[in-house]
């Protein structure tokens, strides 16, 4: 029951309507008996600081930084963990004990959740995006060991950019779309991850399409893994495509739970939640 000493958590993103995250959150909260709530706050760019500042002073325990703020934060943290640095991203803040932001990054792990069980090690695989998204997925397959990570891409300018923010880690190889190569990528790949938005269920996007076109995918294999980032629709386009070949698919929603996990751990200093009570909760909701 909300009272008068209910403390709350939000996200702040631009736009926020579409989001999950208050379902599966409040969820959680209420299964572990605290006395907070969760909200989603739309927040346009030239707002961020000063909703951030006046959070500070309120009963704001903790944040989830969403698009297109992920970047934009850094300068209004004190403390940023490594693995925020190293993606350049945050997506998860609390307040310090002197009332200053401290942030991270619970993609990763997000990401890694539905595949960890899976001997991925030595493996190879393709990342379709150079987007946000694309830093998060690269460095779970780096984290996993992956011996062959192939990133395709529409824009090359975006592409360069991301291979050399991991020079220092792992030899990406990069490839525009159009590429004959890719083809050869594809028939190979142990996994293969779509971060881009084709396919999503929005007004901005069409959901019946499938990254680059079904000639594209033309030479995939059975013993594929393919995991669409995408979770709305369920499944998309691209995972019943790649099913009726025979492939082992995942989708978006385990990242979502699993990150919310994480970043609900952050927030409460360590408290954990089942997998279940905020997967069944979305499971309903959709």
Known sequence: MISSKT??????????????SPIMQNAALQYLGLDLIYIAVPCKDEDLELVLNSFKKINCKGLNITIPHKEKVFNLCSEIS?????????????LNSEKQWSATNTDVEGFIYPLKNLNLAKKKSIVLGSGGAARSVIQGLIN????????ISRNKSSLDE????????????????????????IREADLIVNTTPAGMKTPK????????????????????????????????TLLKFCAKKGCMTIDGLEMLVAQGIKSLSFWTDGLEVPFHVMNDALKKYL
């Open 82 to 94: 490594p693995i925020a640095n190293k993606l350049k991203a945050i997506n998860t803040l609390k």
């Open 144 to 151: 996993l060991n992956l011996s062959t990570i192939s990133v």
């Open 7 to 20: 403390s709350f958590i939000a996200l702040i993103g631009n736009p926020v309507s579409h989001s999950l």
């Open 162 to 185: 991301l291979i050399k923010n991991f020079d220092n880690q792992i030899q990406l190889q990069g490839f525009l779309n159009s590429d004959d190569q890719t083809q050869i990528l």
């Open 205 to 236: 996007y069409e959901n019946n399409v499938i990254p680059y076109g079904e000639a594209f995918w033309k030479s995939l294999n059975s013993q594929t893994i393919v995991y669409d980032l995408i979770y709305n629709p369920a499944p998309t």
